[in-house]
Structures are given as C-alpha cells and as structure tokens.
Nanobody
Framework: QVQLVESGGGLVQVGGSLTLSCTNS????????MGWFRQAPGKEREFVAS????????LYADSVKGRFTISRDSSKNTVYLHLNSLKSEDTAVYYC???????????????????WGQGTQVTVSS
C-alpha cells in the first residue's frame, strides 16, 4: 500500500529556501519513480520535478530549473524537493506523487502517477 505523506512546507520570504519531504510508511518507495507537482490558487496542477526509481535522471519544469532539486534517500524511504531562490510565484500547495509501476522512469505527466499525497502549503512572501 502506498500512502504518501508530505511535510516541510511553510512561510518563507522571497529568496529563501525550504526542503519538502515525502515518505511512505506502508511500503518502500525505492523502486518507483517519484514526482512533485504544485497547484496555486485558481490554477491547474502543474509539474515541478521528477526522479527515476534509481535516482537519476531527473526532470524539471523550466520555471524551477536551476532553483529546485529533487533527490531521494532510499535508506530513509524519503524523496525530497529542495527549493532555493524562492519567488512569490512559487506559492502553491505542493504534492508528492508515485508512479504505479516498479522500476519506472521519471515523468512530467500527472496522468502517469497513481499515488498522491495530501499536499503541503508553501507560501513565499515579498
């Protein structure tokens, strides 16, 4: 059973940093591709970053490339999203997602993901 739980969101100033975590207490995540998506108020959910089951390669949305980093620690059964140089437009609810198949590749398509967390709020203030 895959039940994802995100944490690490909060209020941060423009230019600041946060690290989001995603873990699953029911089963290992280390053989699944993982992704992060976000949804701002009044907008569609959008892709942020994804990582292959093995840890590489990774995919990023153009809007976060060079500022955000996705990583995974199999020993902790956790996937991270490191957010740096935050902008006000990064304000959103951030969701962690897992692909259903094992040994899966990174993907930017939300339809490729079956398991979703409840989301964690990131608010960037100017």
């Amino acid at each position: 059973q895959v039940q994802l739980v995100e944490s690490g969101g909060g209020l941060v100033q423009v230019g600041g940093s946060l690290t989001l975590s995603c873990t699953n207490s029911e089963a290992p995540l280390n053989r699944r591709a993982m992704g992060w998506f976000r949804q701002a108020p009044g907008k569609e959910r959008e892709f942020v970053a994804s990582v292959r089951w093995s840890g590489a390669p990774t995919l990023y949305a153009d809007s976060v490339k060079g500022r955000f980093t996705i990583s995974r620690d199999s020993s902790k059964n956790t996937v991270y999203l490191h957010l740096n140089s935050l902008k006000s437009e990064d304000t959103a609810v951030y969701y962690c997602a897992a692909r259903p198949g094992l040994y899966s590749t990174a993907s930017s398509a939300s339809g490729d993901y079956t398991y979703w967390g409840q989301g964690t709020q990131v608010t960037v203030s100017s």
